[in-house]
C-alpha cells in the first residue's frame, strides 16, 4: 500500500489552462504539505494543512488554491497555468503539526506547461 | 527567518573514499536537522535526523551549534549512495520544514 499517493504523475498542458493534482495518505497523519521542486531541483513549501486547517500559506500566487476535504485528502488547484509553473509537485504528510516531524513524501507530479 | 544553506550543488567521488556533504543553518531557536536523499526515479525519503543520533547506510551528521553546520559524513562511499541530498531544518514551534539547495552526490566505481 503506498502510504502518500499522488495523482496525475505527469500533466502535460497549455498555458491558461486549469489543472488539479491529487494527493491521498493512508498513514493517519495529521499534517500535510504542497512541495514545489524547479527545474534547478530546489524544494520549497507551498502550503501546510493540519486537519483540514490551513496552518502554512507561503508566497504563492492566487491562481494556486489548496483544497482539504479530509485530514486524508490535499488537493492543489491551479488556475491560468503560466510557463513559470512548470516543476514537480511534491505532497507530503507527518504524524503531527510541531516536533522533530518526520515527511512522508508522494513520488511526486510532474506538470510540464507548454 | 530561518535558512539551509549547501554550498556544493555536485560532489563527485570514488567507490571507497571518504565524503562529506556540507549543511550550515541560520536559526534562532533550537532547530531539529533532518538529511533527506532522493535516488534516481525514487521518492524523496528521511535518511537520518539529528535527535536519533543513528548511523543510517554508513551515514552520520553531528549537529555543531557553535558552526551552525550538520554536515552528513560517511568513511567510505559505495555507489549506491549516488542520489541527491537535502539538508532540512524544522523549526521547533511549528511544521515548516526549509529545505537546503540540495547536492548530488555521483560515487564514481
Known amino acids: 500500500d503506498t502510504a502518500v499517493s499522488q495523482t496525475p504523475k505527469y500533466l502535460v498542458t497549455q498555458m491558461g489552462n486549469d489543472k488539479s493534482i491529487k494527493c491521498e495518505q493512508n498513514?493517519?497523519?495529521?499534517?500535510m504539505y504542497w512541495y514545489k521542486q524547479d527545474s534547478k531541483k530546489f524544494l520549497k513549501i507551498m502550503f501546510s494543512?493540519?486537519?483540514?486547517?490551513?496552518?502554512i500559506n507561503e508566497t504563492v500566487p492566487n491562481r494556486f488554491s489548496p483544497k482539504s476535504p479530509d485530514k486524508a485528502h490535499l488537493n492543489l488547484h491551479i488556475n491560468s497555468l503560466e510557463l513559470g509553473d512548470s516543476a514537480v509537485y511534491f505532497c507530503?504528510?507527518?504524524?503531527?503539526?510541531?516536533?522533530?516531524?518526520?515527511?512522508?513524501f508522494g513520488a511526486g507530479s510532474r506538470l510540464t506547461v507548454l | 527567518a530561518q535558512r539551509v544553506t549547501q554550498p556544493e550543488k555536485l560532489l563527485s567521488v570514488f567507490k571507497g573514499a571518504p565524503v562529506e556533504l556540507k549543511c550550515n543553518y541560520s536559526?534562532?531557536?533550537?532547530?531539529?536537522l533532518f538529511w533527506y536523499v532522493q535516488y534516481s526515479r525514487q521518492r524523496l525519503q528521511l535518511l537520518l535526523r539529528?535527535?536519533s543520533r543513528e548511523s543510517i547506510k554508513g551515514f552520520t551528521a553531528d549537529l555543531n551549534k557553535g558552526e551552525t553546520s550538520f554536515h552528513l559524513k560517511k568513511p567510505f562511499a559505495q555507489e549506491e549512495d549516488s542520489a541527491m541530498y537535502y539538508c532540512?531544518?524544522?523549526?521547533?514551534?511549528?511544521?515548516?520544514?526549509?529545505f537546503g539547495e540540495g547536492t548530488q552526490l555521483t560515487v564514481n566505481p
Open positions: 536559526y534562532s531557536g533550537s532547530p531539529e
Open positions: 494543512y493540519n486537519n483540514k486547517e490551513l496552518i
Open positions: 507530503a504528510s507527518s504524524p503531527h503539526i510541531s516536533g522533530a516531524n518526520v515527511l512522508t
Open positions: 532540512a531544518l524544522q523549526e521547533t514551534s511549528g511544521s515548516r520544514l526549509t
Open positions: 539529528h535527535i
Open positions: 498513514l493517519g497523519h495529521d499534517t
